[in-house]
């Protein structure tokens, strides 16, 4: 065995010394990668089909987008909002285009843009509904993921990402996912926003059932509340839409943004709403010395006008059809169930098999990486520039680990 062969056990040594256990990562220790493909420090190569959690939608390094970054770095990376930068505006303007709303407030993380959705509700309650001071409640789902800051956990249903962490913040009211009848009964003067994903993606890729989405809009119109969608995993192009909400024809008042929107390059995130919900904030009520810096602009707005062509769109929803064709003839042959759209895919495995966990770890052994989530199921989101050759490739693994 050669030097280089020892290299992965040193590096994962390295990290369970020095870093505290929030993640259990696979044994995997990335060094290089391109597009779809990753390679390892031993110089192993694996197709990646977790994609950063959708933060990769466009691939390891794409060219458009490393030029972008290159560029500004040679320019401009921070001024801190206290002044303008000659690449706010653009991104702003074609964020919220692409959103189809009037306005856009940058920062940096998902649980950010949730944070900001929750204020801005609650303060559009407060100065537009006429909620009493104090008494803005916000209706979210069951099995929900939306950050692990002390607000968000707050409404959370999963034990590891809520035990220990209280006291808790109240205003929330947590309703069955998918279930409109419970929804709206939960509904009270005091409603200020219901909060939900289009698909939950932590939860296993849940796609809700059909016209839950529209009926939830209706709800929110009839009772003058917010519709905020969390499409921080499933928006930009990862259902084979720009929007996962997009499938049954519903708009929301509020678009919240991360992941993809920063290329994999850098951290971006984004509230998008109509001025008479975002026009709520005054300056200094809210606020990221990062948000919306340079450098997070420039790769922001080359994102955006990589999703105007509706080329990653298209090829989403073509090879999420070729995807999740090739799972379905897997059920009964060690898959209980798929879900999912487009290049996005929850995947229950038999657990007489083995568990989720087992799972990805023998898929890794294949050269495929994946992640596992509750128990048996395995989520698959390869980047949306996969090739045909790549996803018959995983398939072809998944199969032989079954």
């Not at 020892?6 to 505290?20: C, S």
């Not at 709800?219 to 003058?224: M, R, S």
């Not at 898929?363 to 018959?392: C, E, F, M, Q, Y």
Request: proline share 5%.
């Amino acid at each position: 065995m050669t030097d280089l062969d020892m290299r992965t056990p040193g590096a994962l040594a390295d990290a369970e010394r020095w870093t505290a256990h929030n993640y259990h990562p696979l044994p995997v220790v990335i060094a290089d990668a391109e597009g779809a493909w990753v390679t390892d420090v031993d110089g192993r190569r694996y197709l990646d089909f977790l994609a950063g959690y959708s933060a990769l939608n466009f691939g390891h390094r794409h060219p458009g987008l490393i030029a972008a970054a290159h560029a500004q770095l040679d320019r401009l990376t921070l001024t801190s909002r206290a002044f303008v930068h000659d690449r706010f505006a653009e991104f702003c303007h074609r964020l919220a285009d692409l959103c189809g709303k009037e306005l856009v407030l940058p920062m940096n993380t998902g649980a950010e843009a949730v944070e900001t959705g929750i204020k801005v509700a609650r303060k559009w309650g407060y100065q537009v509904k006429g909620v009493p001071d104090g008494q803005a409640e916000i209706i979210v789902a069951a099995d929900n993921f939306h950050g692990r800051t002390t607000t968000i956990i707050s409404f959370s249903t999963d034990p590891d990402a809520r035990n220990d962490f209280g006291p808790y913040t109240p205003g929330f009211r947590i309703v069955p996912y998918g279930d409109s009848d419970a929804l709206a009964a939960a509904i009270t003067p005091n409603t200020v926003a219901v909060l939900l994903e289009p698909i939950q993606g932590e939860a296993g890729v849940l796609v809700p059932p059909a016209g839950y989405l529209a009926g939830v809009r209706q709800l929110c119109t009839d009772n003058n509340v917010l519709f905020i969608a969390d499409e921080i995993q499933s928006g930009l192009g990862r259902t084979g839409k720009t929007f996962a909400i997009e499938h049954e024809g519903v708009v929301p008042d509020l678009y919240l943004l991360g992941k993809a929107l920063g290329g994999g390059i850098v951290p971006v995130s984004a509230v998008a709403a109509d001025r008479d919900v975002l026009g709520v904030l005054k300056p200094g009520e809210h606020g990221s010395t990062f948000g919306g810096n340079p450098l997070a602009c420039a790769v922001g707005t080359e994102v955006v006008k990589l999703l105007e062509t509706g080329e990653f769109q298209q090829r989403s929803a073509e090879l999420g059809a070729r995807l999740h064709e090739g799972l379905h003839a897997l059920v009964g042959n060690g898959v209980l169930a798929v879900r999912g759209r487009g290049l996005w895919a929850g995947v229950d495995i038999d657990p007489a098999l083995m568990t989720g966990r087992q799972a990805v770890e023998r898929l890794a052994a294949h050269g495929v990486l994946a992640k596992d989530t509750h128990g048996s199921t395995i989520r698959l989101a390869p980047p949306l520039v996969v090739t045909p050759a790549d996803l018959d490739h995983a398939l072809a693994q998944l199969a032989a680990i079954l």
